[in-house]
């Protein structure tokens, strides 16, 4: 037998005797054992029990989040539980204190953006827009590999920028499979496919605040400051920023994998045999038109974007395109991890421990804006190796506390160098996908991953710094 086979079958019983369970347990109490210890140690600095407190759950969450003892989104529910209990009792802080600010971030307008958004995506995909998406493509970019690898990543990145990057990415794959089987897993071309479309929904992900839930956290958390950036706003730094990685990634792809030359006959490709009724394809199309260009338009009607994302919520239920089994199966585990991560934020500059970690990173021998940037590159890297939700819930409520200009920028920054993270199958689901169809290696995302890690933050910083300068 062989060390594969060995593996294998103890994997089996492994599994077949449940004792994940056990692990679980086992790593989550050593993630508290360990934070106790920290938290006693940091204790006798004397910063008081409202700054130990959260000192405490801040260690613990980080641990959860990196070890995923529980996962992403139960560690969200618990930030918010255990918020409640510390704040809003006197058991373990001598006074309460109001807990709304914590509970209110289910309803904060980032939640709402974000449940706007997954509406959108759901119908998208039930209406088969990825089939329609993909023949545009060919349409418009032929048949030259070069070319429709191009116009592939662009169309995967704009869809990601409305969409989440994991729907975008299983929409894609899905549509590109049966031309992979065409062409055969070893084709350069393939690769090029299966590396490009993941990394273009990861990075696309970037141009909106709804493409990906740290940008939804950099805007939560700056709206706490007293700064509210629109949908457009944010479109000026993130839209050019993503579509400039990714065409710059795409130069690196095409010339490392030289996918010139290859030959393949799309009149070979599957006809899709799914019926769609054309007025739900047109309700989708209106809704996606209007709830955008409210969201857009945001400094001109003065609508708040949760009042206009209750606009797809409304039509595509009433037009039957979303049922009730569709709304079961969004993922409202982003939601509560979001959720969980913004209270966090709030707890850590509300006590005063942002304030603190800040005061003695500000000690540090070193410009503010070579503390802005290694923020960048912890986000990066800390996302390669956990959910860059939870990197963002982490350094984001830091960033903020840097002085101004950078405690606007900083976040933004953090935001998007937390979705460059590329490096491994795990560091971002649409790796995840792109990796779960078994037509491609681990070592293949290195090239688009080592780019990321150098070139995200670098980028990052720069359009990040250039759009404050004209925002103020």
Same mark, same amino acid.
């Given at each position: 037998?062989?060390?594969?086979?060995?593996?294998?079958?103890?994997?089996?019983?492994?599994?077949? !005797?449940?004792?994940?369970?056990?692990?679980?347990?086992?790593?989550?109490?050593?993630?508290?054992?360990?934070?106790?210890?920290?938290?006693?140690?940091?204790?006798?600095?004397?910063?008081?029990?409202?700054?130990?407190?959260?000192?405490?759950?801040?260690?613990?969450?980080?641990?959860?989040?990196?070890?995923?003892?529980?996962?992403?989104?139960? #560690?969200?529910?618990?930030? #918010?539980?255990? @918020?409640?209990?510390?704040?809003?009792?006197?058991?373990?802080?001598?006074?309460?204190?109001?807990?709304?600010?914590?509970?209110?971030?289910?309803?904060?307008?980032?939640?709402?953006?974000?449940?706007?958004?997954?509406?959108?995506?759901?119908?998208?995909?039930? *209406?088969?827009?990825?089939?329609?998406?993909?023949?545009?493509?060919?349409?418009?970019?032929?048949?030259?590999?070069?070319?429709?690898?191009?116009?592939?990543?662009?169309?995967? &990145?704009?869809?990601?920028?409305?969409?989440?990057?994991?729907?975008?990415?299983?929409?894609?794959?899905?549509?590109?499979?049966?031309?992979?089987?065409?062409?055969?897993?070893? $084709?350069?071309?393939?690769?090029? /496919?299966?590396?490009?479309?993941?990394?273009?929904?990861?990075?696309? =992900?970037?141009?909106?605040?709804?493409?990906?839930?740290?940008? &939804?956290?950099?805007?939560?958390?700056?709206?706490?400051? =007293?700064?509210?950036?629109?949908?457009?706003?944010? @479109?000026? #730094?993130?839209?050019?920023?993503?579509?400039?990685?990714?065409?710059?990634?795409?130069?690196?792809?095409?010339?490392? !994998?030289?996918?010139?030359?290859?030959?393949?006959?799309?009149?070979?490709?599957?006809?899709?045999?799914?019926?769609?009724?054309?007025?739900?394809?047109? &309700?989708? /199309?209106?809704?996606?038109?209007?709830?955008?260009?409210?969201?857009?338009?945001?400094?001109?009607?003065?609508?708040?974007?949760?009042?206009?994302?209750?606009?797809?919520?409304?039509?595509?239920?009433?037009?039957?395109?979303?049922?009730?089994?569709?709304?079961?199966?969004?993922?409202?585990?982003?939601?509560?991890?979001?959720?969980?991560?913004?209270?966090?934020?709030?707890?850590?500059?509300?006590?005063?421990? &942002?304030?603190?970690?800040?005061?003695?990173?500000?000690? /540090?021998?070193?410009?503010?804006?070579?503390?802005?940037?290694?923020?960048?590159?912890?986000?990066?890297? !800390?996302?390669? *190796?956990?959910?860059?939700?939870?990197?963002?819930?982490?350094?984001?409520?830091?960033?903020?506390?840097?002085?101004?200009?950078? =405690?606007?920028?900083?976040?933004?920054?953090?935001?998007?160098?937390?979705?460059?993270?590329?490096? !491994?199958? *795990?560091?971002?689901?649409?790796?995840?996908?792109?990796?779960?169809?078994?037509?491609?290696?681990?070592?293949?995302?290195?090239?688009?991953?080592?780019?990321?890690?150098?070139?995200?933050?670098?980028?990052?910083?720069?359009? $990040?710094?250039?759009?404050?300068?004209?925002?103020?």
């Amino acid at each position: 037998m062989s060390s594969n086979d060995s593996r294998n079958a103890a994997l089996r019983i492994y599994d077949k !005797l449940n004792f994940g369970w056990i692990f679980n347990t086992s790593t989550f109490l050593g993630n508290l054992i360990i934070s106790l210890i920290l938290t006693y140690l940091f204790r006798q600095l004397g910063y008081g029990d409202a700054v130990d407190f959260v000192f405490l759950i801040s260690i613990l969450s980080i641990g959860l989040w990196i070890t995923e003892a529980v996962p992403p989104f139960a #560690v969200g529910i618990f930030i #918010v539980c255990m @918020m409640l209990f510390g704040f809003g009792t006197d058991y373990l802080i001598d006074e309460s204190a109001p807990v709304e600010i914590y509970t209110g971030t289910w309803t904060s307008n980032v939640i709402w953006l974000l449940l706007g958004g997954f509406f959108l995506a759901e119908a998208m995909k039930e *209406v088969e827009l990825d089939r329609k998406l993909f023949s545009f493509t060919i349409k418009r970019f032929g048949s030259k590999p070069e070319k429709l690898l191009l116009g592939l990543m662009f169309v995967t &990145a704009l869809g990601s920028m409305i969409m989440s990057n994991t729907a975008t990415t299983a929409m894609m794959i899905s549509s590109i499979t049966p031309l992979i089987r065409i062409l055969g897993v070893r $084709s350069n071309f393939s690769k090029a /496919l299966l590396i490009g479309i993941p990394t273009a929904a990861t990075i696309g =992900g970037i141009g909106t605040i709804i493409g990906s839930t740290p940008n &939804a956290i950099a805007v939560g958390a700056l709206q706490e400051k =007293g700064i509210s950036i629109t949908f457009l706003e944010w @479109m000026l #730094v993130g839209f050019p920023t993503a579509l400039i990685l990714i065409y710059s990634f795409y130069f690196v792809l095409n010339r490392k !994998l030289k996918i010139q030359g290859t030959d393949f006959d799309l009149s070979l490709l599957p006809k899709s045999e799914k019926i769609i009724e054309p007025i739900k394809r047109n &309700a989708v /199309l209106f809704t996606l038109f209007v709830t955008i260009a409210l969201w857009a338009t945001e400094p001109l009607h003065g609508i708040p974007v949760a009042a206009t994302s209750a606009v797809p919520i409304l039509l595509l239920t009433m037009t039957q395109v979303i049922k009730s089994e569709q709304v079961r199966s969004l993922p409202w585990d982003t939601l509560m991890l979001v959720a969980g991560g913004l209270a966090l934020g709030i707890a850590i500059v509300d006590v005063g421990l &942002a304030n603190i970690i800040m005061d003695q990173v500000n000690n /540090l021998p070193v410009a503010t804006f070579v503390i802005a940037i290694l923020f960048s590159f912890i986000g990066v890297l !800390l996302s390669n *190796v956990m959910s860059n939700t939870a990197a963002a819930s982490i350094l984001i409520p830091l960033a903020v506390s840097l002085p101004a200009p950078f =405690g606007i920028a900083a976040p933004v920054i953090v935001a998007i160098s937390c979705s460059c993270a590329l490096l !491994l199958p *795990v560091s971002t689901p649409s790796n995840a996908i792109a990796y779960a169809t078994g037509m491609i290696e681990q070592k293949e995302f290195r090239l688009g991953g080592i780019y990321f890690i150098i070139v995200g933050p670098v980028a990052a910083f720069a359009s $990040s710094m250039l759009w404050v300068w004209f925002y103020n």
